[in-house]
């Protein structure tokens, strides 16, 4: 299976079905529940999508020069951008934008959480405080520990620095959106990476064994596969709950008025 092949029988064709169901939904006027509707939705996708692209090329072509992962040259189209194949520029983009429409589905039909919002600074700053003591163990092994850390120290030292001002932002906000966080991140984490066996079999890309820890899923998934597509999403739920959450754009303001000093 082409790489091309792998995008579109698993990411193009749910992308049209989502939007057709989007279309459907902003034709009814359907609300979201506590949340920024309509065209900013859009923009705040296309935010994401530009921030994937940016933040995760120099990454992944690291990936790439390094032997981490690497590609079939027999099913890519050989068009290439630094280190890495031009399906792979498309495969940030895609995945963003189906993650994006499956956050905007959820929002639509999650009802507004039961209990009342609790702000909660010090829980903000404990979940910042464990995830940064995470990341220092993951940069110690990226930089200093065996090969057989590599891909999963990389990925953390990668993913983990953009969710430290999420979660001081609003760590407290994810936590009240919780139901909606979590599906947001766990289904479509767990679609691609079932997805990712198809790719393996198919040999469309293939992982270093020498640059992994040997932990695999049904005799053929890395973890480090799993992690990367869970910690992507991640990435994308927060940023979408935070960035259309009524509540995040209160906190924002009332942080703008104070010429954004101290912890929002």
Request: glycine share 8%.
């Amino acid at each position: 299976m082409t790489y091309f092949g792998f995008l579109l029988r698993f990411l193009v064709i749910p992308i049209i079905i989502f939007l057709v169901i989007t279309w459907w939904d902003n034709k009814n006027n359907r609300p979201t529940n506590g949340f920024q509707n309509g065209n900013f939705v859009w923009r705040i996708i296309g935010v994401h999508i530009l921030l994937a692209l940016v933040y995760t090329t120099p990454w992944d072509n690291y990936l790439v020069a390094t032997g981490v992962w690497y590609y079939n040259p027999d099913l890519v189209t050989g068009i290439v951008l630094g280190y890495v194949p031009i399906e792979e520029y498309t495969f940030f983009i895609l995945e963003t934008f189906l993650t994006g429409l499956w956050w905007w589905f959820l929002a639509r039909r999650f009802q507004e959480p039961n209990q009342p919002f609790k702000p909660s600074k010090n829980g903000r700053i404990t979940a910042f405080g464990i995830l940064f003591a995470a990341w220092l163990v993951f940069t110690y092994l990226f930089f200093l520990g065996g090969a057989e850390w590599t891909y999963l120290a990389i990925i953390l030292f990668w993913a983990l620095p953009p969710i430290f001002p999420q979660i001081l932002f609003g760590g407290d906000i994810l936590w009240h959106y919780r139901k909606l966080v979590f599906t947001a991140i766990f289904i479509p984490g767990f679609y691609l990476s079932m997805a990712d066996i198809v790719a393996l079999t198919d040999t469309t890309w293939s992982i270093s064994k020498d640059q992994t820890t040997g932990i695999l899923f049904f005799n053929i998934l890395p973890l480090e596969e799993v992690v990367f597509f869970f910690i992507t999403n991640v990435l994308i739920g927060f940023g979408m709950t935070l960035m259309l959450s009524k509540v995040g754009w209160q906190r924002f303001e009332e942080w703008k008025s104070k010429n954004y000093k101290g912890l929002p």
